[in-house]
């Protein structure tokens, strides 16, 4: 979620720290109170100091504190309505004080953490610390490095993560090196922030990502994709991947998507196919829709499939005799493509089905030329698309970058004139399977006739009851077919009956 625009006038943030302090929740100034009478530290960290400064303000709460686990454990014991240490390993003590609804308030008290990383393992190591000072100094960015102390309501901020705030900077407490051989995932958090918060990633951590992009290789393939789902579903998902791409990053965690760059489209209109499909990413974004719209934003399997829709193009690009260039199958080959970087991630199968299938599809609608298609194509399509059709209208309509302005219109029209087709088909399959109460055997029994015009007439008639009426139900339907023969038996001359 995009939060604020990247810089801010330090003086307003330094305000907002004072109003955030002195707005600060009366029960959980009372914890900080549980914790000074056991002679303990307690402070709000990261996250929750950051979002608050940017002004959004959120119940659930990071803490770290100078007590040991066992030791927050029972302090949460004496303030909490539930506690959970599932964390506990890794120093985190979880509570939650029942407020009343959308009000509670969710803590994770973790205790003060020199935590080292062994460089070759994905495994964190945990080592406690005394002071909140190497607790912030061990954290991924200064604006993540504040605190602030309760029940003291004072404001800690060793790094100068306020004025990289207001700066909107990107730069890590201690030396980038050290602080990605940490975690080397932050290197993507860093990438994550940018197009979350609109931030720059500073100089010297930019330069850092650079020299140790490969190490991201041991961070397991789950955080690396919670990771990029962040980004992905942020504000501004183009500049967290152009972060991602320029810095080596992406070679190591999407290397298709740097991949792109080499191969030239069609008109060789687009300086590259990379450039194309950031482009397409956002008017996919620009196309979702509002929260009860068809494809409510924002929407991973739509944003997944617009990045990775050309993939399969520098693989299949050839040069012909023409001149020309040509992507033949590039769906196909982009969509086996799309799914083994997708399952190598660690997507779940549902995901790397819909979108290896919206990629597949991407292309389909450009058989369509001027509204040429059967309607066995038109119903193909909506079947082939299945749950995915919404999304498919909208990467199929965002994959249209020409600058040319009639030939966008003449694709625009045309799709348009292919929804109407697809909406008219679907009411007309509606009607269709709209049946009447009784079928033909059953007029036949119940009038006493053979086959014939009068069965057809009756057919007519109950089906216009059906239409006029709804379903009436059998019984009632036999009634009035009953009454409507009476009238009208007359008009059929000759029916046969059983009797003749
Ligand atoms: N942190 C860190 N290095 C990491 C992950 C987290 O230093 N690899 C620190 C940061 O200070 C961060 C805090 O732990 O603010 C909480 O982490 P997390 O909840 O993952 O991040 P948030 O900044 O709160 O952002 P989000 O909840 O959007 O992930």
């Not at 909208?394 to 109407?420: F, I, M, P, Q």
């Amino acid at each position: 979620m995009s939060l604020q625009p990247a810089t801010q006038d330090l003086e307003l943030l330094q305000r907002r720290v004072s109003a955030v302090m002195a707005h600060m929740n009366p029960v959980v100034v009372e914890l900080g109170d549980v914790f000074a009478a056991a002679g303990h530290q307690l402070a709000i960290v990261g996250g929750p100091v950051r979002d608050a400064l940017l002004g959004r303000v959120s119940n659930d709460l990071d803490f770290t504190t100078s007590a040991s686990p066992d030791e927050t454990q029972a302090l949460l014991d004496t303030w909490g309505d539930a506690v959970w240490d599932i964390g506990k390993e890794f120093g985190t003590i979880g509570a939650k004080r029942f407020v009343k609804d959308g009000e509670d308030i969710v803590v994770e008290i973790t205790t003060y953490r020199t935590d080292e990383y062994d460089p070759t393992s994905r495994k964190p190591l945990v080592a406690f610390g005394d002071n909140i000072e190497g607790d912030l100094s061990r954290r991924d960015f200064t604006v993540n490095a504040m605190a602030i102390r309760v029940p003291e309501l004072e404001f800690v901020d060793p790094f100068n993560g306020l004025a990289d705030l207001a700066a909107g900077f990107l730069r890590t407490p201690i030396e980038a090196e050290k602080s990605f051989d940490d975690d080397p995932l932050r290197m993507m958090r860093a990438a994550r922030f940018t197009a979350q918060l609109g931030f720059d990633i500073e100089e010297s951590a930019f330069a850092a990502i650079v020299a140790m992009a490969s190490r991201i290789a041991i961070v397991s393939g789950e955080r690396v994709r919670d990771e990029l789902n962040k980004l992905l579903l942020s504000g501004d998902p183009v500049r967290g991947l152009t972060a991602l791409v320029d810095s080596g990053l992406a070679d190591h965690v999407l290397p298709e998507l740097p991949g792109m760059k080499a191969a030239s489209d069609e008109h060789n209109r687009h300086k590259d196919v990379y450039s194309h499909s950031m482009t397409v990413l956002q008017q996919a974004i620009d196309l979702e829709t509002g929260p009860e719209g068809a494809v409510p934003g924002p929407d991973l399997l739509l944003r997944l499939a617009a990045l990775l829709h050309d993939i399969g193009k520098p693989a299949t690009r050839k040069f012909e005799s023409n001149g020309t260039v040509s992507f033949h199958h590039h769906e196909l080959v982009g969509a086996k493509m799309t799914a083994r970087r997708l399952r190598e991630l660690k997507y779940d199968k549902d995901t790397v089905k819909a979108v290896s299938r919206l990629v597949e599809l991407h292309l389909r609608f450009h058989g369509y030329g001027d509204g040429a298609w059967t309607d066995s194509a038109v119903r193909r399509y909506v079947t082939d698309a299945g749950p995915l059709l919404e999304r498919l209208h909208r990467l199929t309509r965002a994959d249209c970058t020409t600058r040319n302005k009639n030939k966008a219109r003449r694709l625009g029209a045309a799709y348009d004139s292919l929804e109407v087709r697809i909406s008219e088909l679907a009411a007309q399959e509606e009607l269709d399977a709209i049946r009447p109460d009784l079928d033909g055997e059953q007029i036949m029994e119940i009038l006493g006739i053979k086959p014939g015009r009068a069965v057809g007439g009756a057919y007519k008639f109950l089906m216009e009851l059906r239409l006029d009426e709804g379903s009436i139900g059998p019984e009632a339907a036999r009634e009035r077919l009953v009454a409507w023969w009476a009238e009208h038996s007359q008009d059929f001359e000759g029916t046969r009956t059983y009797e003749n």
